[in-house]
C-alpha cells in the first residue's frame, strides 16, 4: 500500500538551514504537500508541489522533488525558534500522511 | 467562514465503551478524512468520506467506523474501546478539486 516516511527528529540551531527530508511510494500524485503542526495545533498547510516540478520556493522555504527517487524535501532557511513545531509531508491522491519530523530549533 | 469543527475537545472513556466523534467540515467542502495522531505512529488515515460515501480506508480494525450525512459532516465511531486508542483524532475537509485540506483541532480521547 502506499507509504510516506520521514525522520523523526531534526534539531538546529536558529539562524542555520533545516532540510527535512520524504520518501513516498504512490507515483499517481498530482500535488505533494508539507503541512506544520504547531504544539496544541492541527495541522496547517505550509506549502505545496506539484508533481511534475522539480523545485518550489516560498520565501524561506524551498521544496525539492526527485520524481524518480520519489524523495520530497523542505529547506528552511535561516531557521528560527518559531519554526519549531512536526512538520509532515503528504501525498494528494489520498491524502496519506508521513509520520511527521519534530523540528527543535534552539538559540 | 467557519473552518472546520470538531466536538468534543477532549474526551475521557474507559475500556469496553465506545465513542462517536463529531467532524463538520468547511462549508461547501464535500470530502471529509480522519486520522489518528499518537506520538509513537504519527498521523495515520483513518477514512475519507465524499458525499455520504466511504471512498478510501486506512488498515484499522472494524471497531473503527464512519458515517458522513447529506450536509457532510462526519462522525466516526469506536468501539470496543481499548486503551492503545487513546490519541488525537483529527479530521479535515478538502473542497473539490481544492488542493488544501483543512483541518480541525482534534478530539483528544484518553482511555483509562
Known amino acids: 500500500g502506499e507509504d510516506v516516511e520521514q525522520s523523526l527528529f531534526l534539531s538546529v540551531r536558529e539562524g542555520d538551514s533545516s532540510v527535512i527530508n520524504c520518501t513516498y511510494t504512490d507515483s499517481s500524485s498530482t500535488y505533494l504537500y508539507w503541512y506544520k503542526q504547531e504544539p496544541g495545533a492541527g495541522l496547517q498547510l505550509l506549502t505545496y508541489?506539484?508533481?511534475?516540478?522539480d523545485m518550489k520556493q516560498d520565501q524561506r522555504l524551498t521544496v525539492l522533488l526527485n520524481k524518480k527517487d520519489k524523495h520530497l524535501s523542505l529547506r528552511i532557511a535561516d531557521t528560527q525558534t518559531g519554526d519549531s513545531a512536526i512538520y509532515f509531508c503528504?501525498?494528494?491522491?489520498?491524502?496519506?500522511f508521513g509520520t511527521g519530523t519534530r523540528l527543535q530549533v534552539f538559540p | 467562514k467557519a473552518g472546520v469543527t470538531q466536538t468534543p475537545r477532549y474526551l475521557i472513556k474507559t475500556r469496553g465503551q465506545q465513542v462517536t466523534l463529531s467532524c463538520s467540515p468547511i462549508?461547501?467542502?464535500?470530502?471529509v478524512s480522519w486520522y489518528q495522531q499518537t506520538p509513537g505512529q504519527g498521523l495515520q488515515f483513518l477514512f475519507e468520506y465524499f458525499s455520504e460515501t466511504q471512498r478510501n480506508k486506512g488498515n484499522f480494525p472494524g471497531r473503527f467506523s464512519g458515517r458522513q450525512f447529506s450536509n457532510s459532516r462526519s462522525e466516526m465511531n469506536v468501539s470496543t474501546l481499548e486503551l492503545g486508542d487513546s490519541a488525537l483524532y483529527l479530521c479535515a475537509s478538502l473542497a473539490t478539486g481544492g488542493t488544501e485540506a483543512f483541518f480541525g483541532q482534534g478530539t483528544r480521547l484518553t482511555v483509562v
Open positions: 462549508s461547501g467542502h464535500r470530502s
Open positions: 508541489i506539484f508533481s511534475n516540478m
Open positions: 503528504a501525498e494528494n491522491d489520498k491524502l496519506i
